[in-house]
């Protein structure tokens, strides 16, 4: 999808889009019929986009790209090229599954652990309707299956599918199924948004997450498995933000 106020950051393609312009181009989209591959990039992403080449493809090929962390909308400022605002997957999510109910859309939540995501299911069941479930499945599949998987979500009737699996697994995954999905109006990884919404993860106060503290938030939960996606890659990110600044002439 062409967008003049696309920017490129770091190796990664970034749509200077607000919440509600993006929230805009996906009910356009899906009264027109039309899929829309969506992806959102935090510093960890972009840090893991410089040498996965595969990851770098699946992001920057996508119709959407937001800026789900803080650090990104800094970034982008830092260099001169300034984003609108930042993005959030999971208030995007929570905004999209809100129209989906309103226009009687369907939604299909694929990911997560199986407790996980019937807890999402009944969630959304309760505060909506049950008539908004396409259809749903956990997270935890091999290889093989993949396919069977993207064939199963595009039967559904879903207009749109949210994949709550870790990065890079979602991103190449909508990437390299979109044509079996085709028919789904919006594609979007939610990473570990699932968790939130069943209750199993705190978010981060409101002040925290404005000041770009939520990634410290998360880190305090659980310090034995963020420490090094969060402290190691934030430094890396820091570092390929001041190499791009001062390496122009």
């Given at each position: 999808?062409?967008?003049?106020?696309?920017?490129?950051?770091l190796?990664?393609?970034?749509?200077?889009?607000?919440?509600q312009?993006?929230?805009a181009?996906?009910?356009?989209?899906?009264?027109?019929?039309e899929q829309?591959?969506?992806v959102v990039?935090?510093?960890?992403?972009?840090?893991?986009?410089?040498?996965?080449?595969?990851l770098r493809?699946?992001?920057?090929h996508?119709?959407?790209?937001n800026a789900d962390?803080?650090?990104v909308?800094w970034a982008?400022?830092?260099?001169?090229k300034?984003?609108?605002?930042?993005?959030?997957?999971?208030?995007l999510?929570a905004n999209?599954v809100?129209m989906a109910h309103?226009?009687?859309?369907?939604?299909?939540?694929?990911?997560a652990k199986?407790?996980?995501?019937k807890?999402?299911v009944?969630?959304y069941?309760?505060i909506y309707s049950?008539?908004i479930?396409?259809g749903?499945?956990?997270?935890?599949f091999s290889?093989?299956?993949?396919?069977?998987?993207?064939?199963?979500?595009?039967?559904?009737g879903?207009q749109m599918l949210?994949?709550a699996?870790?990065?890079?697994i979602?991103?190449?995954?909508?990437?390299k199924?979109?044509d079996?999905?085709?028919?789904v109006?919006l594609i979007?990884g939610v990473?570990?948004?699932f968790?939130?919404?069943?209750?199993?993860?705190?978010?981060?106060?409101?002040w925290?997450?404005?000041?770009?503290?939520?990634?410290?938030?998360?880190?305090?939960?659980?310090?034995?498995?963020?420490w090094k996606r969060y402290?190691?890659?934030?430094?890396k990110?820091i570092y390929?933000?001041?190499r791009?600044r001062?390496?122009?002439?």
């Open positions: 999808m062409s967008n003049p106020l696309r920017i490129k950051i190796n990664s393609t970034i749509d200077n889009l607000s919440m312009e993006t929230l181009l996906v009910q356009e989209k899906i009264q027109a019929g829309l591959h969506h990039v935090n510093a960890g992403k972009v840090v893991s986009m410089q040498k996965d080449s595969e493809q699946s992001v920057n996508s119709d959407i790209i962390g803080q650090a909308v982008s400022r830092f260099l001169g300034p984003l609108k605002e930042r993005v959030a997957g999971i208030d999510m999209l809100e309103k226009n009687n859309y369907k939604i299909f939540l694929f990911g199986e407790d996980v995501v807890m999402v009944e969630k069941s309760e049950p008539n479930i396409a749903y499945r956990n997270g935890y290889p093989s299956e993949e396919k069977e998987i993207a064939q199963q979500i595009a039967d559904s879903t949210f994949v699996i870790s990065s890079p979602k991103e190449n995954f909508l990437f199924y979109r079996i999905l085709k028919n109006n979007m990473g570990g948004s968790d939130v919404v069943a209750g199993k993860t705190k978010r981060a106060p409101t925290m997450q404005k000041a770009g503290l939520e990634w410290f938030y998360r880190f305090a939960q659980e310090p034995r498995r963020m402290l190691v890659g934030n430094s990110f390929l933000v001041l791009e001062f390496s122009k002439k």
